[in-house]
C-alpha cells in the first residue's frame, strides 16, 4: 500500500491547529471533513479573479463560465457519469432532493407507490414522505435486516407492485456505516419498472462511485463530506433527467444541467469542488497512477480503503472492550469491506451526551444524537432524543489518535459510572 499520512495530513491546514497548545482530533468527519490547502485557494483564486456572473463576453465572466464547465466535468470523472450534462450542482444534498422529488411528482398521480427506508438520513425520507403527503401516494417502509445492518434483497422484492414508482435507498448508512448492496437493489427496482434514487453522501468520501455500473437513475452526495465546499451534488441518468421538466424560472435556460440549477450558481464554491475531485486524482497519482482522472480517484480509494479499514477495526475493537456498549452497526473483523469507518455506540446507563461533552472538552471532536438518522433509532429502540456517540474515521485520521479516543472512552465511561454509584 502507498499511503503516505505524512504527506497527507501536510495538505489540510486545520490538523496543525491547536486550542490553548492542545491538539485536535477530527472525528466529527460524517457532518463534514476538513479541506486540503488547495480548496481554500481555488476559491479565494475564484473570489478575487474571477468574480462575474455568467453570460457575458468579458474576461471575468468567460472565465467563471470554465470554472462552473470544469465542477460539472470533475465531478463526472468522479462519479463516473457518461457526461458532464448529467451533473447537477446545488446547495446541499437536501435542498436538491426536495427539488427533484418536486419534479419526479409531475409525473405521479394519485394511488402511485414509493418505497422509502429505515436506514436512510433524514434527507432522503422527508421529501418523498411530503410529496406522497401531497399528492396521496402510498409510502411502503423498508427495514433493515438487524442481523446483516443492510438492507435485503428479498424484503424489498417482497414490496414492490406494477404501482411502484421510485425506491429511495442509501449507499451507506451515516449512523450504522452499513454499505448497502446497491446495485442489485437497484436491479430488482428496475425490473420492476420503479425509478432508484441513491443517497450517497455518507459512501463517497469512503468508496469509489461508478453511477453507470450500479443501474440506478439518481444519485446524490455531499462535497463537504469528501473534502470539499458546501455544496450538493446530484448525478441523473441523461435520458431521465432530459424528459423532465423541473419547477424554474420562464426565462432561464431549458439546457442540461442548467434547468434544473436554479438561481446564480455558486461559483466560487465549485471551484473548490473541482480542487476536492483533483486533491483525489493527486492522491492516486502519488500512489503510482499516471493515466486518466477517473483512474487516478479510483487508486485513491483502493489504497484510502486499506489504509481506513485497520483504523475503524482498530477503534471496533477497542470499544468491544467496554463493558456495557453496544455498537450498532457491523463488528465481524471479515465484513469490514462492507462498511464506511463511522461508528455509533451507546453506554448502558449513560446519556450520549454526556460522554462527547467530556471528549470535546479534551479536544476530541465528534457527535452525539440521532444524526438525521430519524428512522434507524427508532427502529433499534433508542431514544431519539439521546441517540448515539458517533465517531467518523476519514483517511487523514492516524492510529495514534484512534488509540488516544479510546483511552478518553474507556475513562470517560468509567468515570461517569463511578459518578452514578
Same mark, same amino acid.
Given at each position: 500500500?502507498?499511503?503516505?499520512?505524512?504527506?497527507? %495530513?501536510?495538505?489540510?491546514?486545520?490538523?496543525?491547529?491547536?486550542?490553548?497548545?492542545? &491538539?485536535?482530533?477530527?472525528?466529527?468527519?460524517?457532518?463534514?471533513?476538513?479541506?486540503?490547502?488547495?480548496?481554500?485557494?481555488?476559491?479565494?483564486? !475564484?473570489?478575487?479573479?474571477?468574480?462575474?456572473?455568467?453570460?457575458?463576453?468579458?474576461?471575468?465572466?468567460?472565465?467563471?463560465?470554465?470554472?462552473?464547465?470544469?465542477?460539472?466535468?470533475?465531478?463526472?470523472?468522479?462519479?463516473?457519469?457518461?457526461?458532464?450534462?448529467?451533473?447537477?450542482?446545488?446547495?446541499?444534498?437536501?435542498?436538491?432532493?426536495?427539488?427533484?422529488?418536486? $419534479?419526479?411528482?409531475?409525473t405521479m398521480k394519485?394511488?402511485?407507490?414509493?418505497?422509502?427506508?429505515?436506514?436512510?438520513?433524514?434527507?432522503?425520507? #422527508?421529501?418523498?414522505?411530503?410529496?406522497?403527503?401531497?399528492?396521496?401516494?402510498?409510502?411502503?417502509?423498508?427495514?433493515?435486516?438487524?442481523?446483516?445492518?443492510?438492507?435485503?434483497?428479498?424484503?424489498? $422484492?417482497?414490496?414492490? #407492485?406494477?404501482?411502484?414508482?421510485?425506491?429511495?435507498?442509501? =449507499?451507506?448508512?451515516?449512523?450504522?456505516?452499513?454499505?448497502?448492496?446497491?446495485?442489485?437493489?437497484?436491479?430488482?427496482?428496475?425490473?420492476?419498472?420503479?425509478?432508484?434514487?441513491?443517497?450517497?453522501?455518507?459512501?463517497?468520501?469512503?468508496?469509489?462511485i461508478d453511477v453507470?455500473?450500479?443501474?440506478?437513475?439518481?444519485?446524490? !452526495?455531499?462535497?463537504?463530506?469528501?473534502?470539499? +465546499?458546501?455544496?450538493?451534488?446530484?448525478?441523473? %441518468?441523461?435520458?431521465? @433527467?432530459?424528459?423532465? *421538466?423541473? =419547477?424554474?424560472?420562464?426565462?432561464?435556460?431549458?439546457?442540461? +444541467?442548467?434547468?434544473?440549477?436554479?438561481?446564480?450558481? *455558486?461559483?466560487?464554491?465549485?471551484?473548490?469542488? #473541482?480542487?476536492? @475531485?483533483?486533491?483525489?486524482a493527486e492522491l492516486?497519482?502519488?500512489?503510482?497512477?499516471?493515466?486518466?482522472?477517473?483512474?487516478?480517484?479510483?487508486?485513491?480509494?483502493?489504497?484510502?480503503?486499506?489504509?481506513?479499514?485497520?483504523?475503524?477495526?482498530?477503534?471496533?475493537?477497542?470499544? #468491544?472492550?467496554?463493558?456495557?456498549?453496544?455498537?450498532?452497526?457491523?463488528?465481524?473483523?471479515?465484513?469490514?469491506?462492507? &462498511?464506511?469507518?463511522?461508528?455509533?455506540?451507546?453506554?448502558?446507563?449513560?446519556?450520549?451526551?454526556?460522554?462527547? &461533552?467530556?471528549?470535546?472538552?479534551?479536544?476530541?471532536?465528534?457527535?452525539?444524537?440521532?444524526?438525521?438518522?430519524?428512522?434507524? @433509532?427508532?427502529?433499534?429502540?433508542?431514544?431519539?432524543?439521546?441517540?448515539?456517540?458517533?465517531?467518523?474515521?476519514?483517511?487523514?485520521?492516524?492510529?495514534?489518535?484512534?488509540?488516544?479516543?479510546?483511552?478518553?472512552?474507556? &475513562?470517560?465511561?468509567?468515570?461517569?459510572? *463511578?459518578?452514578?454509584?
Open positions: 500500500m502507498d499511503f503516505r499520512i505524512d504527506a497527507v %495530513r501536510a495538505k489540510f491546514p486545520a490538523l496543525s491547529l491547536t486550542d490553548k497548545g492542545r &491538539r485536535r482530533i477530527y472525528l466529527d468527519n460524517p457532518a463534514g471533513t476538513q479541506v486540503p490547502q488547495a480548496v481554500a485557494d481555488a476559491v479565494s483564486r !475564484c473570489l478575487l479573479t474571477t468574480n462575474a456572473n455568467l453570460g457575458g463576453f468579458f474576461e471575468t465572466t468567460i472565465a467563471a463560465q470554465d470554472i462552473v464547465d470544469e465542477a460539472h466535468l470533475a465531478m463526472a470523472d468522479f462519479l463516473g457519469a457518461a457526461s458532464p450534462q448529467e451533473v447537477i450542482i446545488g446547495a446541499n444534498m437536501t435542498t436538491l432532493t426536495y427539488h427533484m422529488s418536486r $419534479t419526479l411528482g409531475r394519485p394511488g402511485d407507490e414509493i418505497i422509502l427506508t429505515r436506514m436512510d438520513h433524514e434527507g432522503n425520507v #422527508s421529501p418523498w414522505l411530503q410529496l406522497a403527503e401531497d399528492l396521496s401516494l402510498v409510502v411502503h417502509w423498508l427495514p433493515f435486516d438487524p442481523q446483516s445492518w443492510q438492507l435485503e434483497e428479498a424484503a424489498l $422484492t417482497r414490496m414492490l #407492485s406494477e404501482r411502484t414508482r421510485l425506491v429511495a435507498l442509501n =449507499y451507506a448508512s451515516n449512523l450504522t456505516g452499513s454499505i448497502n448492496r446497491v446495485k442489485a437493489l437497484t436491479g430488482i427496482a428496475r425490473q420492476a419498472g420503479a425509478l432508484v434514487y441513491v443517497d450517497a453522501v455518507q459512501f463517497a468520501p469512503h468508496g469509489l453507470q455500473n450500479l443501474g440506478c437513475d439518481f444519485l446524490i !452526495c455531499s462535497a463537504y463530506k469528501f473534502f470539499g +465546499p458546501h455544496m450538493g451534488i446530484l448525478w441523473g %441518468r441523461l435520458d431521465v @433527467v432530459d424528459a423532465l *421538466q423541473p =419547477y424554474k424560472c420562464r426565462c432561464s435556460s431549458n439546457a442540461l +444541467p442548467e434547468r434544473f440549477e436554479l438561481g446564480t450558481p *455558486q461559483i466560487e464554491l465549485m471551484a473548490g469542488l #473541482s480542487a476536492a @475531485v483533483d486533491y483525489f492516486g497519482a502519488a500512489a503510482g497512477e499516471q493515466a486518466s482522472r477517473r483512474r487516478k480517484i479510483a487508486k485513491a480509494f483502493e489504497v484510502s480503503i486499506a489504509y481506513e479499514n485497520p483504523l475503524a477495526q482498530r477503534l471496533i475493537d477497542g470499544l #468491544s472492550d467496554i463493558a456495557g456498549l453496544t455498537i450498532h452497526g457491523i463488528t465481524d473483523p471479515k465484513r469490514i469491506n462492507e &462498511r464506511v469507518p463511522t461508528v455509533s455506540f451507546t453506554v448502558e446507563g449513560i446519556v450520549p451526551e454526556t460522554i462527547v &461533552r467530556q471528549m470535546n472538552a479534551e479536544n476530541i471532536f465528534l457527535w452525539s444524537g440521532h444524526n438525521y438518522a430519524w428512522e434507524i @433509532v427508532h427502529q433499534l429502540g433508542i431514544p431519539a432524543e439521546q441517540g448515539v456517540v458517533r465517531i467518523g474515521i476519514a483517511h487523514y485520521n492516524t492510529s495514534a489518535e484512534i488509540d488516544e479516543t479510546l483511552e478518553s472512552v474507556h &475513562r470517560v465511561v468509567a468515570m461517569l459510572r *463511578q459518578e452514578r454509584s
